[in-house]
C-alpha cells in the first residue's frame, strides 16, 4: 500500500508511538494493537530506556505504565512534559482509583486508562490526541 493509499484509508501514516511498560508481554500486546492499526511503534521497558529511545525515535505519542523500578512513569511523564511539551501521554495503568487518576493528570498526562483496557478504547484515544478522530469527524460534519 503507497502512502497515500494508506492516506486516504484513514491508516495513520507516519505516526510514531512509544510504549512504555516494565512488562514484556503488555508491551507486545500494546505494540502489536497499534502495528496492526498502522502506527509505527516502539517499545521500552524502563523509563529510563524511554528517554533514550524518546531521542531517537522522536514519537508522536507516547503510552506509559506507572508503576515500573527505579522510576515510575509520573516521573517518566514529567521527564517528558520538560523536553516536549505538547507531546500526547496517555497513562495506562493496573491503578484505579481516584488518587493515582489525579496524581497521573498532575503529572502531565492527557489521558488515563486502566489494565485491563478496552482495545478499541485505546486505538480510540490514541487517535484523538493525534487529532486524527477529529478530522474525520470535521469532514463528516461538513458533508451534512
Known amino acids: 500500500m ?7 484509508e484513514g491508516t495513520p501514516v507516519g505516526k510514531r508511538v512509544l510504549v ?3 512488562d514484556p508481554h503488555h508491551n507486545k500486546i500494546v505494540a502489536d494493537l497499534l502495528d496492526h492499526a498502522g502506527y509505527d511503534v516502539r517499545t521500552a521497558l524502563s523509563t529510563k530506556s524511554a528517554v533514550s529511545v524518546h531521542w ?3 514519537p508522536d505519542l507516547v503510552i506509559l505504565d ?3 523500578p527505579k522510576l515510575d512513569g509520573y516521573t517518566a511523564c514529567d521527564t517528558f512534559r520538560q523536553v516536549h511539551p505538547g507531546l500526547p501521554i496517555v497513562m495506562l495503568s493496573a491503578k484505579s482509583h ?3 487518576i489525579q496524581e497521573a ?3 502531565g498526562a492527557d489521558f488515563y486508562l486502566t489494565k485491563p483496557f478496552d482495545p478499541d478504547e485505546l486505538l480510540d484515544v490514541v487517535q484523538r490526541l493525534l487529532g486524527q478522530k477529529a478530522s474525520a469527524v470535521e469532514d463528516k460534519d461538513a458533508r451534512d
Open 2 to 8: 503507497t502512502p497515500n493509499e494508506a492516506q486516504k
Open 56 to 58: 531517537e525515535f522522536r
Open 66 to 68: 506507572i508503576m515500573m
Open 98 to 100: 481516584t488518587d493515582d
Open 20 to 22: 512504555v511498560d516494565d
Open 105 to 107: 493528570v498532575d503529572w
